[in-house]
């Protein structure tokens, strides 16, 4: 809490001003919107609606094709999630040990994070090309036919590699600031102790990085949640047969271009609820790190 | 490093290359793509290596454009998605100075209810509420404008944090020897506490500026004049133009265009950069 | 130059809190006072309502003829010095000292003029053009003071400004400012929780407790002639010796069960006897004499300090130049008459001592009871 303060009384709204109008508009009252009309049904011409309570809802989780976005979210996300995490992780465990080379690999794995979801999603999408891309060539020779535009497993593995790529260098960065947090002294202390490199990963360095980790899975998760629309729709637009359709493709989906507004809208509400719990997580567990 | 073990650091060393190499695989591929000629693209396999025709399609990429397949130039996408860039980047920076100070330096009614409300906007990114918020910006007359592009993603909670996190830290004694000097609240503004953020506006400029330039759905929702298309959403309608014709090479000289601005940027001010990052997610 | 009146001043903050407890004060033109008190004891509080840093929840502040109860920090023609100097970190010195010049609008020339004036008397000018950050504590010290000089107020007001200096340059510095005080001439108020500090640098010493002011007074007034034990206590280093009095009969008892007798003071009342540790004089006295028991001997070099016990009470004896006590030692120790000061149970004086207490030795006393 701040001691000095200013008197004025009128000022503080007009420097708030620009940012509340603009979260009122084009934040609150959408978002109001989308919620009056997840308990609407409109009819085609859009001339009226009629309330129907929640109805829109409990279609919703009684349609199979929804529950199969649900199912492919949860597979996406967390795959996305471990994958990132995993590959970013043994990354950052070999700069840890570097001491002259280890700003120089940074900058060799840092510059993907600026590479917009959309390029990455169409780069893996031109090497796995099933025509003429490196990948199903190379997966060829070993008797693997890749089209993953004709199999559903192949289209979530090339969208969660898409995925996973460019959400690499955020982990890494945060992984070496976690593990430069570790005091040298710690592992020495273990060292002197007479435990070994592997034994000190495990039962030093790992779990004290534990923080860190959890605070990434939070963030990697609405990442591959919510930051992924472009990769799916640069790529394969949810298909084949909704294989890859993720919850934040379908509401664009069924809204937009399917002009589903009930059912859309209680997508969106759904989603939102799922946004509020994890942005909670993340707070409840950032307070909790500044206790430490 | 505790002890010296030669096996374990040469395992580090394969590892971290082998990582850059996975990382900058699909970029160098990209590349080489955008050297060689459409035939290349027909039969085979992608090329490894450089062909002769990077000036042919840079330049016809960056002049003409695949004005048949609905994509235009992409001089004219790469400045509109510089515009949105800045303009994201300085607005929210500019509402989110003003609206910290206002919170953390002032005292008024309702002032935890501002606070609440700028935090909301973090639970609610675009891709929920896609179909209101277009709704609201086509009703307001902004569909195929600048501002349609930028005002909608201007709010941001996270800079704010960001801000109120850093006056926070600025010693209380500052703020009361600037009153005793005769500064009001806009002038202690400007003279002492925006000087005193700028590594942080810095830093933070430079996060928003890939985020600003990155947007994806909201450009190609907005925008169906191509006059205001911008480089990234325009890849897709590019993308869409490959599946019937095999015209890689244009296609991944437009990616490199799009990705280069923000890689620049990051690899020039690498520091500023990881330390916004950081800071931001704090 | 002005007078500064403090009328019945109370500061409330949310929650009932009352720092300021309904505060008087008259400041005479060109007058160096000093409040001082342990923390908490809204000493802070006030030089900042004074300031206009904190509102004022009733009464009036005056500087001049003028309330300034509502008027602004800026308008109140005073300068501050904080306790972490609060230099605008990103500005050169020279635009530390100039910014509240410029920001009354002031001609450049003048301002130039000022600054260089305020620099050669603080002897900071070889350093206009650098960062505070370049600077080392006292010089940083030096420049927070030139803020304050250049502006030519009417008061200066100082927060602790010496409590973030080494000793030596403490000291230095104390000295320095008592100089520019005198020689400028200007009202000043200067909180301080150091008690040499507020005894060498004020002409009016205003010693606060609890929201409220003990004693105000010249320093050697208040040092002579404390009006409790808190100010007894507070002021001087080490603190008064205080002893509590039961009473016992026509006379005193102490905590061991030494008795005094009590010449013309209320009798059957409880009391506290105080007497400093330089006033105590070996071998006794008189009026007073008590067995010390010597614990610790501390040597300072030009004096000596003897810790210990006499009359059942902690105590402790100041010698000049070296001592030949050794902890065990019992020792005769006496005040004189007019040294021994007197306070009732409730802390206020009641009179400079006259107990005569005759020459008994303690076993004997306690013997009797």
């Known amino acids: 809490m701040k001691r000095a303060i200013f008197r004025n009384q009128l000022l503080p709204w007009l420097l708030l001003a620009p940012q509340l109008a603009v979260t009122f508009v084009f934040f609150l009252w959408p978002a109001a919107q989308a919620g009056w009309q997840s308990f609407l049904r409109e009819d085609a011409f859009g001339l009226k609606s009629t309330f129907i309570g929640f109805e829109n809802y409990s279609r919703l989780f009684g349609d199979p094709h929804y529950l199969n976005s649900v199912m492919v979210t949860v597979v996406f996300s967390v795959s996305v999630a471990v994958l990132a995490m995993a590959v970013a992780l043994t990354l950052a465990l070999a700069a840890d040990r570097m001491i002259k080379s280890a700003q120089t690999y940074t900058t060799l794995l840092v510059w993907p994070y600026a590479v917009a979801p959309a390029i990455a999603g169409l780069l893996w999408w031109f090497i796995f090309n099933p025509t003429i891309g490196l990948v199903p060539y190379a997966l060829d020779m070993v008797g693997i036919d890749w089209n993953h535009s004709l199999n559903g497993t192949q289209s979530m593995i090339l969208v969660i590699i898409a995925a996973a790529w460019k959400q690499i260098s955020y982990n890494f960065l945060f992984f070496v600031a976690g593990l430069q947090a570790i005091p040298a002294s710690m592992r020495e202390a273990a060292a002197i102790d007479g435990a070994g490199p592997g034994r000190r990963l495990f039962s030093i360095t790992l779990p004290l990085l534990a923080p860190t980790s959890f605070f990434l899975l939070v963030v990697n998760t609405v990442y591959a949640l919510f930051d992924t629309f472009p990769v799916i729709d640069a790529t394969t637009e949810g298909g084949p047969a909704q294989a890859t359709n993720i919850l934040v493709y379908k509401v664009y989906v069924d809204g937009f271009l399917g002009l589903n507004l009930g059912s859309s809208a209680a997508q969106s509400v759904v989603l939102m609820a799922v946004v509020i719990v994890l942005t909670v997580v993340q707070f409840r567990f950032i307070e909790r790190r500044v206790e430490y | 490093m505790v002890e010296h073990r030669p096996f374990l650091n040469f395992l580090s060393h394969a590892v971290l290359v082998l990582g850059v190499l996975i990382v900058a695989f699909p970029v160098w591929i990209a590349i080489v793509a955008s050297t060689h000629p459409a035939e290349t693209f027909q039969t085979g396999r992608i090329p490894l290596w450089f062909g002769d025709a990077a000036l042919h399609n840079y330049g016809v990429m960056l002049g003409d454009g695949l004005s048949n397949m609905g994509a235009p130039p992409l001089a004219g996408m790469l400045f509109n998605s510089l515009v949105m860039a800045l303009v994201i980047a300085g607005g929210k920076i500019a509402i989110s100075i003003t609206s910290a100070f206002a919170i953390v330096y002032f005292r008024f009614p309702f002032r935890m209810l501002a606070f609440w409300c700028i935090f909301i906007t973090l639970m609610l990114p675009v891709e929920v509420r896609i179909l209101p918020t277009f709704k609201v910006v086509a009703d307001l007359g902004m569909l195929n404008s600048y501002a349609g592009l930028t005002i909608p993603l201007i709010a941001s909670a996270t800079a704010t944090f960001l801000f109120r996190q850093v006056f926070m830290t600025i010693p209380d004694e500052l703020a009361e020897a600037a009153r005793i000097d005769g500064a009001g609240p806009m002038k202690f503004l400007r003279d002492i506490l925006i000087p005193l953020s700028r590594t942080n506006i810095a830093a933070l400029f430079v996060i928003l500026f890939i985020y600003g330039w990155n947007q994806y759905l909201w450009p190609l929702l907005i925008t169906t004049d191509e006059g205001y298309y911008t480089i990234v959403a325009g890849i897709k309608r590019m993308a869409e133009a490959v599946d019937a014709n095999p015209i890689w090479n244009y296609v991944m000289a437009a990616s490199v265009l799009a990705m280069l601005p923000p890689v620049v940027v990051v690899v020039a001010m690498q520091k500023l950069f990881v330390k916004g990052l950081v800071e931001t997610e704090k | ?313 902690g105590i402790i004896v100041r010698v000049h130049g070296r001592t030949e006590a050794r902890p065990g030692d019992r020792i005769r120790i006496g005040v004189p008459a007019a040294r021994l000061h007197i306070f009732g149970t409730d802390g206020k004086r009641i009179a400079h001592g006259h107990i005569s207490a005759r020459d008994r030795a303690t076993e004997t006393q306690a013997a009797l009871t």
């Open chain 3, 1 to 313: 130059m002005a007078t500064i009146t403090l009328d019945q001043v109370r500061k409330v903050y949310p929650g009932k809190v009352e720092a300021v407890k309904g505060i008087s004060l008259d400041i005479a033109d060109g007058d160096f006072i000093v409040l001082v008190g342990p923390s908490g004891c809204g000493k802070s509080t006030l030089l900042r309502m004074i300031a206009g840093l904190e509102t004022i929840s009733a009464g009036t502040v005056k500087i001049g003829d003028r309330v300034v109860n509502e008027i602004d920090p800026a308008e109140r023609d005073i300068a501050m010095v904080f306790q972490n100097y609060a230099l605008y970190p990103h500005m050169t010195v020279y635009e530390n000292l100039s910014y509240g010049l410029r920001n009354r609008g002031m001609k450049r020339d003048e301002i130039d003029q000022r600054v260089k004036k305020a620099a050669a008397i603080l002897e900071i000018g070889s350093f206009l053009d650098r960062k505070p950050r370049a600077l080392s504590g006292g010089q940083r010290q030096r420049v927070a003071m030139g803020r304050a000089i250049v502006r030519s107020p009417k008061v200066f007001l100082f927060d602790e400004p010496l409590s973030n200096l080494d000793a030596k340059l403490r000291g230095q510095m104390r000295v320095e400012i008592k100089a520019l005080q005198r020689s400028l001439g200007t009202t000043s108020v200067y909180v301080t929780h150091d008690q040499l500090e507020a005894m060498t640098l004020a002409d009016t010493l205003v010693v606060m407790n609890g929201g409220v002011v003990e004693q105000i007074g010249s320093p050697l007034d208040v040092y002579e002639r404390p009006a409790s034990t808190f100010v007894a206590s507070f002021i001087g280093a080490p603190p008064m010796n205080l002893l509590p009095l039961a009473a016992a009969g026509d006379g005193y008892r102490l905590p061991d069960g030494t008795l005094l007798p009590a010449d013309g003071y209320p009798q059957g009342k409880a009391a506290i006897l105080g007497f400093r540790p330089e006033d105590v004089v070996i071998g006794g006295t008189d009026a007073f004499s008590l067995d010390f028991h010597v614990v610790v001997a501390e040597p300072v070099g030009a004096e000596s300090f003897l810790h210990g016990k006499a009359g059942g009470a």
